[in-house]
Nanobody, 117 residues
Framework: QVQLVESGGGLVQAGGSLQLSCTDS?????????MGWYRRAPGGQRELVAL????????NYGDAVKGRFTASRDTIKNIVYLQMNSLKPEDTAEYFC?????????WGQGTQVTVSS
């Protein structure tokens, strides 16, 4: 049963912007300890993009995206967003929505972001 669904990926030129959305159909975000985004570039390792801490305003970003990407959450719609600005070719990756509730981890199926130079 798919509970986290990403959308908003696509092809964009370097310097452009995209906004990803992650819709939660399983009421995970409302009780999650963490929620946010990871990515995996072709042939690369999975890396942290952004994490929001449930119940607080704490945010954590990967070094590669600090100052360019912003994660946010709509608690009414149960959506987590990732606003990506000043995109670079090295941001090309599959982006995955993530949430953790206690010992349980939840992953979306991923959405592809491709940045052309």
């Amino acid at each position: 049963q798919v509970q986290l669904v990403e959308s908003g990926g696509g092809l964009v030129q370097a310097g452009g912007s995209l906004q990803l959305s992650c819709t939660d159909s399983g009421s995970i975000f409302s009780s999650a300890n963490f929620m946010g985004w990871y990515r995996r570039a072709p042939g690369g390792q999975r890396e942290l993009v952004a994490l929001l801490f449930g119940g607080s305003a704490t945010e954590n970003y990967g070094d590669a995206v600090k100052g360019r990407f912003t994660a946010s959450r709509d608690t009414i719609k149960n959506i987590v967003y990732l606003q990506m600005n000043s995109l670079k070719p090295e941001d090309t990756a599959e982006y995955f929505c993530y949430a953790r509730r206690g010992p349980s981890e939840f992953w979306g199926q991923g959405t592809q972001v491709t940045v052309s130079s």
